[in-house]
């Protein structure tokens, strides 16, 4: 009996001893194929656990107008960081940065308890700042080197240029478009942490190691610095004279598509971007879509030329100020009888023009204003662009075709409407608009240019100048837009005013869109400029409103450009027949 239970406690003992044996057999077999096989994927894990890192950006490319004056730089800063592992008296500490930085202090002491190896304290501190921190000499504290952004200009075409974040990445306008190109190299500087989370002292601290080296690309833009004072400073004088509630104005090359100017009113300063209301950032001339009013007019007027059946000597009666279509009546302002296709654009008449698009038909209108880019985005090189609403033709009925004639039921961009006025200007083609001018290295040189593009014919050269010469008389005695008119150049222009919709999607009582969009000189334009004034008080006709900021704008560029004046060219040349015939 005895020997029996030897036997079975012996063959226990074995069976475990067995499975002791196949267990460490396996922790043998797993340590070598571990070791042997799976050695680098095991360093990266563990090195996982105890490093962090810290990203910094090298020098942000520069910004520049068409002169090649700075429009957006990059200037060394100093942001300050904490190692909270390796500092002391961490309550004292905090209370003297929070005085010095103007910080919470509950929130520094937070931060510096935390079991993180590294935190922020203050991004871009001031020198005053930092010199008054240096001087305390506290333990744990780092001053880490990076780069700002800054723009010498201040508010001069903020909306345009956007503004980049506290990383160095573009957030709003060309910054945010062309991140990428403008961006430095990025570097990674690593922190060591024990088991615990908590940082510890290494050889190199971030102050010694700089952002990576200049590698991003510069861009030269479009816009001309001077172009663009003078336009913002004229709209912000219209928008504070009729006490509106916002402006847009572009100034365009009619040639290339070239932008030269695009302001927005309110402004607000990059450099200090977070103390102004996220609506003032906007670009609001290529984001938000509005019903052009009258300006339509001059669009309609070409589709119905470019038809063949009308000319400008075609008369049309205009009902003398109410016109009915079905349930609907469309008034002029002031009363009038018969009226030659000019005169109609001239004197601005919504019943002439319904007329006029009912004797061509709503394909027609529908046709043209797709030519002229209506609808679509222009595909200009900036964020957030509208394509404005153009619908269908099938789906409009005769008052709609009546009221899209005059510019209400169809929707569109400050930047689409200046587009499609260049291609009158220039003879007929629709130019891709664009900002972007070229891209330059570190040292300057030119990488890529942009080169002008015609997107398409929209009218016919003949067309265009028909046009051309009717939008001549606008300017003239009798006119809409006689406001307009410049001393020494001639001018070729259409004033709009469209009743603004509300939130219902009904039209707002006292409330519109005032607006001139025009080019000058007349014959050889050397720029289209489009003004509007958003919701102006006392008056609303874009003749009264928008047509004086026009023409400080025109005649002041005009000037900068040094383009002549035409009349006294004409009186010159006068002079001279007259002395050569005495």
Not at 244 to 265: F, H, K, R
Not at 557 to 578: D, F, G, H, M, W
Request: glycine share 8%; aromatic share 8%.
């Amino acid at each position: 009996m005895k020997n029996k239970a030897h036997k079975y406690i012996d063959m226990r003992i074995g069976i475990i001893g067995f499975f002791f044996f196949m267990l460490i057999l396996i922790i043998g077999a797993k340590a070598v194929y571990l070791q042997m096989f799976c050695g680098s994927w095991l360093s990266e894990r563990a090195a996982n656990q105890y490093e962090k890192a810290l990203v910094t950006v090298g020098k942000r490319g520069q910004i520049y107008d068409r002169n090649h004056h700075e429009m957006a730089v990059s200037i060394e800063t100093t942001s300050l960081a904490a190692y909270p592992a390796r500092m002391q008296a961490k309550k004292s500490a905090a209370r003297s940065l929070a005085r010095i930085l103007n910080l919470d202090r509950r929130m520094l002491e937070k931060k510096f308890n935390s079991q993180s190896a590294f935190v922020w304290i203050k991004r871009q501190a001031t020198p005053k700042e930092l010199n008054e921190i240096r001087a305390l000499n506290l333990e744990g504290i780092d001053f880490i080197p990076a780069y700002s952004r800054f723009y010498p200009n201040k508010t001069l075409a903020a909306q345009v240029l956007g503004f980049t974040g506290v990383d160095g990445h573009g957030l709003e306008g060309v910054e945010y478009y062309y991140d990428k190109m403008l961006s430095g190299q990025e570097n990674s500087l690593v922190i060591l942490k024990d088991a615990l989370g908590r940082g510890f002292a290494k050889e190199q601290t971030a102050e010694q190691i700089l952002p990576a080296a200049d590698n991003a690309k510069n861009i030269v833009l479009t816009i001309d610095r001077a172009i663009q004072f003078i336009t913002e400073n004229a709209l912000e004088q219209a928008v504070t004279e009729y006490s509106a509630e916002s402006g847009m104005a572009i100034v365009m090359d009619p040639d290339t598509g070239a932008v030269l100017a695009m302001a927005n009113i309110p402004l607000f300063n990059p450099n200090t971007f977070g103390q102004f209301p996220r609506e003032s950032w906007r670009n609001r001339s290529i984001t938000d879509p509005f019903e052009p009013g009258s300006t339509m007019k001059i669009f309609s007027a070409a589709a119905a030329l470019e038809s063949g059946n009308c000319t400008p000597n075609s008369i049309f009666y205009c009902e003398n100020g109410r016109y009915r279509i079905g349930s609907n009546v469309i008034h002029d302002t002031h009363p009038r009888g018969w009226l030659s296709l000019q005169q109609i654009v001239k004197y601005s008449s919504n019943i002439g023009v319904v007329k006029i698009i009912e004797a061509v038909g709503p394909d027609t209108l529908h046709r043209m204003l797709t030519d002229f880019g209506f609808g679509k985005k222009t595909r200009l090189d900036c964020p957030g662009e509208t394509a404005g609403i153009l619908s269908s033709p099938k789906r409009w009925t005769r008052i709609d075709t009546g009221t899209i004639s005059f510019g209400q039921g169809i929707s569109v961009s400050a930047l689409q409407l200046v587009t499609a006025a260049s291609a009158i200007a220039n003879g007929g083609d629709l130019m891709q608009p664009y900002i972007l001018a070229a891209v330059s290295d570190h040292n300057g040189g030119i990488i890529e240019r942009t080169e002008p593009r015609v997107v398409r014919t929209a009218v016919s050269p003949k067309t265009a100048g028909i046009v051309k010469r009717i939008m001549k008389t606008v300017i003239t005695e009798g006119g809409t837009g006689i406001n307009a008119a410049l001393d020494g150049y001639t001018v070729s222009g259409k004033t709009g005013t469209a009743q603004k919709i509300d939130g219902t999607g009904k039209y707002a009582r006292g409330k519109y869109v005032s607006s001139f969009l025009g080019f000058a000189p007349a014959d050889k334009p050397e720029v289209v400029i489009l003004v509007i004034i958003d919701e102006p008080e006392g008056s609303h006709y874009g003749g009264t409103v928008a047509a004086p900021a026009f023409k400080k704008i025109a005649h002041e560029t005009l000037n900068y450009l040094n383009i002549p004046p035409q009349i006294e060219q004409e009186k010159l040349r006068v002079s001279l027949r007259i002395e050569d015939k005495g």
